[in-house]
Nanobody
């Protein structure tokens, strides 16, 4: 059974940091683009960050550029999202996802991802 399991969410004050992890099981994701998306109540799903299978290329949503960093450890089948300088508007459910294919640049469109985790809640208080 293919699974993506996120962890590391929680409650943090504005200006603080959190590190999210996404552990994959059931198949190897070393040939897939991995991405993070978030969704706040009443809002559409938003692209946060993505990284190609090799880790050689990354992409970020405009609202998180310079504050968030995505990375991956293929030996551990795990992808990470380091979130610094958090703001209240970063609050939401963060989900990781996997998209097939060894692309040169990571896809930022949610509908191109085939596997999804359940998500982890991130709440940033002001």
């Amino acid at each position: 059974q293919v699974q993506l399991v996120e962890s590391g969410g929680g409650l943090v004050q504005a200006g603080g940091s959190l590190r999210l992890s996404c552990a994959a099981s059931g198949r190897t994701f070393s040939s897939d683009t991995m991405g993070w998306f978030r969704q706040a109540p009443g809002k559409e799903r938003e692209f946060v960050a993505a990284i190609t299978w090799s880790g050689g290329s990354t992409a970020y949503g405009d609202s998180v550029k310079g504050r968030f960093t995505i990375s991956r450890d293929n030996a551990k089948n795990t992808v990470y999202l380091q979130m610094n300088s958090l703001k209240p508007e970063d609050t939401g459910v963060y989900s990781c996802a996997a998209a097939h294919g060894r692309t040169r640049t990571p896809t930022t469109s949610w509908y191109e991802y085939q596997f999804w985790g359940q998500g982890t809640q991130v709440t940033v208080s002001s």
